[in-house]
């Protein structure tokens, strides 16, 4: 077996444990968390009769678990190293060998965003249409990603410069949703003078820093810096942000909403 294969099974390996450990955390956060809950809103106008004028309202459509939403990030995350280890292997490698792993940013467009979600959330955004927008803003952001290496495919092995216009766009996307929550934070100050518990700025900043890290490993990889120089190496540093990034914001969570 040459290096480039067992990197590959070894790839394998990792993408087997890392089904487990997400899956195992998954199912520990839905038995151990409470059944707490948190309001969807929708935002509409109401006529006011007495002032003969258009006035702000909201109600609420309904309540969404928050112990079931971060298990979602984990069963989503699950079932694609489960997918990758298995019936999807073959391709997967196939499309390694040319930089691109489209199941990787297939996955982060959904799991990702649901974190997105999460946080946003705990922060008091809990109307519908801004919810529905940072998903969205959140997938193109990852969809960004697999342009990026869709579009630069065998680009670094024919000596030329890789194109940076999809990764430009989609951090432009990325920051949109983060200033949105950092908002959110602010508002509360100003209009309530109530500020979210402490945990939350944590699970912001800590979270916020990790999804740098996936830009910067990205840079790396068409920067050809050191051991990045293999995309192999790249891909398993992803592997790697992506649960350390969900299992610390799973148990922020954990330790500050969903313990009983």
């Known amino acids: 077996m040459d290096e480039t294969?067992?990197?590959?099974?070894?790839?394998?390996?990792?993408?087997?444990?890392?089904?487990?450990?997400?899956?195992?955390?998954?199912?520990?956060?839905?038995?151990?968390?409470?059944?707490?809950?948190?309001?969807?809103?929708?935002?509409?106008?109401?006529?006011?009769?007495?002032?003969?004028?258009?006035?702000?309202?909201?109600?609420?459509?309904?309540?969404?678990?928050?112990a079931w939403l971060v298990a979602a990030f984990f069963f989503i995350s699950a079932f694609a190293h489960l997918s990758i280890a298995t019936y999807y292997n073959k391709t997967y490698n196939a499309n390694l060998l040319r930089g691109l792993n489209r199941a990787r940013w297939w996955e982060y467009s959904i799991s990702a965003t649901i974190m997105l979600i999460a946080i946003a959330m705990l922060v008091g955004i809990y109307d519908f249409g801004a919810l529905v927008l940072i998903f969205g803003l959140g997938v193109v952001m990852n969809m960004m990603g697999l342009m990026m290496e869709t579009h630069n495919q065998g680009v670094l092995e024919r000596g030329e410069k890789p194109n940076w216009l999809a990764f430009k766009i989609g951090t432009w996307a990325g920051v949109i949703p983060w200033l949105i929550i950092a908002l959110g934070f602010y508002w509360s100050a100003k209009f309530s003078g109530a500020q979210p518990p402490t945990f939350v700025y944590w699970i912001y900043?800590?979270?916020?820093?990790?999804?740098?890290?996936?830009?910067?490993?990205?840079?790396?990889?068409?920067?050809?810096?050191?051991?990045?120089?293999?995309?192999?190496?790249?891909?398993?540093?992803?592997?790697?942000?992506?649960l350390v990034a969900k299992s610390l914001l799973a148990w922020q969570v954990f330790a500050g909403t969903l313990r009983p």
């Open 5 to 66: 294969a067992l990197k590959l099974n070894k790839l394998r390996t990792f993408n087997w444990v890392m089904f487990f450990l997400h899956a195992a955390q998954g199912v520990a956060i839905l038995l151990l968390s409470t059944n707490f809950k948190l309001p969807v809103t929708a935002s509409y106008l109401t006529f006011d009769a007495s002032t003969q004028s258009l006035l702000p309202a909201s109600s609420e459509l309904f309540r969404l678990s928050l």
């Open 205 to 242: 900043v800590s979270i916020f820093v990790f999804f740098n890290c996936f830009a910067i490993n990205m840079v790396l990889q068409y920067k050809q810096v050191g051991k990045w120089r293999d995309y192999l190496y790249g891909e398993r540093a992803f592997i790697i942000l992506s």
